[in-house]
């Protein structure tokens, strides 16, 4: 398919390519599209729905995938997408991690459950949480868990379950941008429809507020998480009772997320820096169990769970992702648009 131009607007997420072939742009894309147009940077989209676009000003053109960019190294990348890796390298630097290991037998992983009372089994690679089960603690759920995360096609990682809240960090330039407290998808019953039909509802609320991008699946962790709680899908939930159907805070397996950037203590800030750096990446998504974002991280009031070298931007509103992206990949525009705006 041709590269499509773009030299107007980009305020629809679908653009006409051509005769009739439309070109849907994910909401990241979208926002760093509008912003590199605002500084007359120049748009091509690359592929329908592939999320590549190439920018371009004067003679300096980067090619992107969402917030990936040619400035992240494959090196960067391939350590950032092997959770193995990036606990290791984190860990090097001096940074707290939870306790983590490959499944192996299943003597050896029922070991390390007794060791920690409660895992999270998720596969080595892998986004958006797919896979992941949150808060094991039986060896029938381990096994079910394993299995699970197998079904992804990578090697099987157990990891010690840290209490606390979820708290995602955006890096740009090793400078925090922005952060956000995520939250598990729950839904609250009114004494008539079943959690079924709760979730259902729940999804359409989340895909109505993302895009698309957030929705509950109903699958064997869904279904374990509402288990656990004393319920099953067609149990009707008694009013005013709340009830989280899944552990996992991602927002694209239904979580929510707060805002809460101007609040972070100062010393994560400096922990979301000294990620970065070690992980030697200019943009990352930190996932990090905190007891508090407002806390010390001296140890050990946080956990590094994950890096993520595509983070949503789109997701941290009203904090100045795209912007800071854009600043990162075009410098020469930062401070005329800083300029322009004072």
Known sequence: MEAFKQNGTCEPLELLQGGSEVL??????????????????AVEILAARAEYF????GTHSILCRESLSELTSAVALSICDDKRTTTRVLREAGLFTPEQREAGTPVQNEAFLSKHGALVVKPSRGEQGCGVSVGVRTPNTLARAIQLAADCGAPVLLE?????????????????????VRCPPRVIGDGQHSVRELIAAQSRR??????????????????????????????VLPANVELTVRRAANLHQGGTIDDV?????????EVAKRAALALQIPVVGLDLIVTSPLS????????????NERPGLANHEPQPTAA????????ETASRMTHASA
């Open 54 to 57: 190439r920018l371009s000003h």
């Open 206 to 235: 989340r895909q109505a507020a993302t895009a698309g991008e957030s929705k509950i699946p109903i699958d064997s962790e869904t279904e374990r998480c509402i288990a656990e709680a004393g319920y099953t899908l067609a149990s």
């Open 24 to 41: 849907t742009l994910d909401p990241s894309s979208k926002l760093i599209i509008q912003e590199a147009k605002k500084r007359g940077i």
């Open 296 to 307: 010390s991280a001296r140890s050990p009031s946080y956990w590094i769970i994950e890096a």
């Open 324 to 331: 800071r992206f854009v600043d990162l990949l075009f410098p």
């Open 160 to 180: 010690q379950l840290v209490a606390g809240e979820d708290l995602r960090l955006i890096v740009i330039g090793h400078e925090l941008v922005a952060a956000a």
């Open 261 to 269: 950037t101007n609040d972070l203590h100062p010393e994560l800030r």
